[in-house]
């Protein structure tokens, strides 16, 4: 069964800090993996998919590596700012689930917090 | 722009009411999900669909119904059956085939009274 974990629970930083976003999975078997952001109260917002055959993806100040024989993935995020401020979710597309559209299953996420 | 509308934002039940939320999506996607979120313990499947009049049980059908007559909308009906329906409702759509991300709706928020 795939297990997708965050770490850390939660992270407060001041601003200005470069931080990272840990995130693994236990079964390789993926099509590829996204992560999210979360403000209280609100949808997922996409931030960057990454496909099973890549190893990172970049979007301005964020940067998503993926190394799937270890099951793992972060989510770098440059030069934070107190707008980053949110929940970051990380999912993986299970490729055993019988087909690519029938699972996204999700960590837990990373509460992040930038202190201006 | 294309996206996903969830409607209500906010939904009050009463005990042994049966409610449905409404999501309608216009990125001509093929698959359509929901997912109840609850603090503490991510999100969870409760049904999917990957083509019109047809859906699958997620992880905890119990206490729900959906149906799928459209390919832009995917209600879903949270039965008196649902003890426990407070919670965050998301809804998301994504295409066909491995290269593709998923799309998330608004959500709704569920509160029993």
């Known amino acids: 069964k795939q297990e997708v974990t965050q770490i850390p629970a939660a992270l407060s930083v001041p601003e200005g800090e470069n931080l990272v976003l840990n995130c693994s999975f236990t079964?390789?078997?993926?099509?590829?993996l996204q992560w999210f952001r979360q403000d209280p109260g609100k949808g997922l917002t996409s931030l960057l998919l990454?496909?099973?055959?890549?190893r990172e993806q970049t979007s301005g100040r964020l940067n998503a590596s993926l190394d799937k024989s270890s099951g793992r993935s972060t989510l770098y995020i440059a030069a934070s700012q107190p707008g980053d401020s949110a929940t970051y979710l990380c999912?993986?597309?299970?490729?055993?689930?019988?087909?690519?559209?029938?699972?996204?299953?999700f960590g837990t996420g990373t509460l992040l917090a930038v202190q201006p | 722009d294309g996206g996903i509308t969830q409607s209500p934002k906010y939904l009050f039940r009463k005990e042994g009411q049966n409610v449905t939320l409404s999501c309608e999506q216009n990125?001509?996607?093929?698959?359509m999900y929901w997912y109840r979120q609850d603090p503490g313990q991510g999100l969870r499947l409760i049904y999917y669909?990957?083509?019109?009049?047809?859906?699958q049980k997620g992880d905890i059908a119990e206490g729900y119904s959906v149906s799928r007559e459209k390919k832009e909308s995917f209600p879903l009906t949270v039965t008196s059956a649902q003890k426990n329906p407070t919670a965050f409702y998301l809804c998301?759509?994504?295409?066909?085939?491995?290269?593709?991300?998923?799309?998330f709706g608004s959500g709704t928020r569920l509160t029993v009274v």
């Open positions: 998301a759509s994504t295409k066909h085939g491995s290269n593709y991300g998923y799309t």
């Open positions: 079964d390789s078997a993926i099509y590829n």
């Open positions: 990125l001509n996607h093929d698959a």
């Open positions: 669909s990957q083509i019109v009049n047809d859906f």
């Open positions: 999912a993986v597309r299970h490729s055993r689930a019988g087909g690519a559209t029938n699972k996204l299953i």
């Open positions: 990454i496909q099973s055959s890549q």
